[in-house]
């Protein structure tokens, strides 16, 4: 079955870009009609839609980070990434990908990835 | 942008009782909803979709129904397992979580 994993550094600076990369195993990014999401969760707290990204390249941000945010995809890696610049202590959190399948009867996100914990701090 | 909003926010239960968890929207989702269960530490783990489909593998004792603005994930009897946290979510929103604990 498809399973996801986040993987990227686990400190970032104040102002700085964070990148993360998602890579995808047991199948095809490119295959079905799915999107691949990025979802984060600051400690304690709740989970809050980054982005997604659909292997024709099109993309939708969260409007509340959307100045900030780039998601890209690498079907050759069976990879997809994020970069959020300018990051600030408020961007400290869990980040987890996902898959996402947009259907007429309703969306959902399955698999998720286990999660990387991200820390901004100098 | 729809509003996701759940009640309780946290409830307090035993093992065996019948657990009823409402999400609301802001407008009309139709049946747009999925929920999700997260354990400590753990990725959420998706347990409904299309408001009252059950995803492959998760127990019986799980439902959901609602359409419209008004949404229930049910847990038909309380399993040690199941305390946790549960998520509904539509598109881009998810709601603020309900934490089920052990009373």
């Known amino acids: 079955q498809v399973q996801l994993q986040e993987s990227g550094p686990g400190l970032v600076k104040p102002s700085q870009t964070l990148s993360l990369t998602c890579t995808v195993s047991g199948g095809s990014i490119s295959s079905g009609s799915y999107y691949w999401s990025w979802i984060r969760q600051p400690a304690g707290k709740g989970l809050e839609w980054i982005g997604r990204i659909y292997t024709s390249g099109s993309t939708n941000y969260n409007p509340s980070l959307k100045s900030r945010v780039t998601i890209s995809v690498d079907t050759s890696k069976n990879q997809f990434s994020l970069k959020l610049s300018s990051v600030t202590a408020a961007d400290t959190a869990v980040y987890y990908c996902?898959?996402?399948?947009?259907?007429?009867?309703?969306?959902?996100?399955?698999?998720w990835g286990q999660g990387t914990l991200v820390t901004v701090s100098s | 942008d729809i509003q996701l909003t759940q009640s309780p926010s946290f409830l307090s239960a035993s093992v065996g009782d019948r657990v009823t968890i409402t999400c609301r929207a802001s407008?009309?989702?139709?049946?747009?909803l999925a929920w999700y269960q997260q354990k400590p530490g753990k990725a959420p783990k998706l347990l409904i979709y299309?408001?009252?489909t059950l995803q492959s593998g998760v127990p019986s004792r799980f439902s959901g129904s609602g359409s419209g603005t008004e949404f229930t994930l049910t847990i038909s009897s309380l399993q040690p397992e199941d305390f946790a946290t549960y998520y509904c979510q539509q598109l881009n929103s998810f709601g603020p979580g309900t934490k089920v604990d052990i009373k």
């Open positions: 299309a408001a009252s």
């Open positions: 996902a898959r996402e399948e947009l259907r007429p009867t309703g969306d959902w996100f399955d698999p």
């Open positions: 407008q009309g989702i139709s049946s747009y």
